[in-house]
């Protein structure tokens, strides 16, 4: 809900006596979004538990939203067209916004293919709270490593609107870091994000509480 919306609900944000400050003191760290773009099938959801994994030895509170489960609930509603997909990711924008300000890093692992709606989302946080990485792989490449057939379907117009076969995908112009998963390990991959995440400083509380 935009401000103007809200204004004419008569709707008031409440801020509560604990602030996101005070719950990252809690956490050990700073609370952040680790946004994971790209193609179904590219590697997206692997590399994101697999830095979940990394982040949740390093005592971390950590949450995975990945695509398909999320469309089992809050956006079971929604289609894939174009519309639907805006939509989709706006929800998802304003739940990930919810985390952060929990003090939690959030890891997301959607398609989320076009440039405008990750940009919206991206506008809900401070520099430093939201990490984008592209995970680069060519549909052909995905196609192969597909094990629902669902680029086989969507190749005979079976499933429509499917992102890199009757659907566009708008890679982003500068995200954080880019990852071609066709080249790269899983593991390495993984590994570079947590790098990524060091040098933003958001586990810097960590390392202040274990002194």
Known sequence: MNSEIAKKNNVTWFNGYVTRKDREQVHGHKGAVIW??????????????????????????????????????????????PEDRAE????????????????????????????????????????????????????????????????????????????GISSPYEPPYSPELVIQSYKEDAKAAAARVIELIEEYKILNRTLEAKK
């Open 36 to 81: 994971f773009t790209g193609l179904s099938a590219s590697g997206k959801s692997t590399i994101a538990h697999l830095v979940e994994k990394e982040l949740h030895k390093k005592g971390c509170s950590t949450y995975v939203l990945d695509g398909d489960n999320v469309r089992h609930g809050l956006c079971s509603d929604l289609s894939f067209r």
């Open 88 to 163: 989709n990711v706006r929800r998802i924008g304003e739940m990930v916004k919810l985390f952060v300000d929990a003090g939690i890093i959030v890891l997301t692992a959607f398609i989320s293919p076009y440039l405008k709606d990750r940009r919206k989302v991206r506008s809900l946080f401070q520099y430093g709270q939201f990490l984008e990485i592209h995970i680069d792989c060519p549909v052909e490449e995905c196609a192969k490593r597909d094990k629902k057939g669902i680029y086989e379907k969507a190749k005979a117009g079976i499933i429509k609107n499917f992102t």
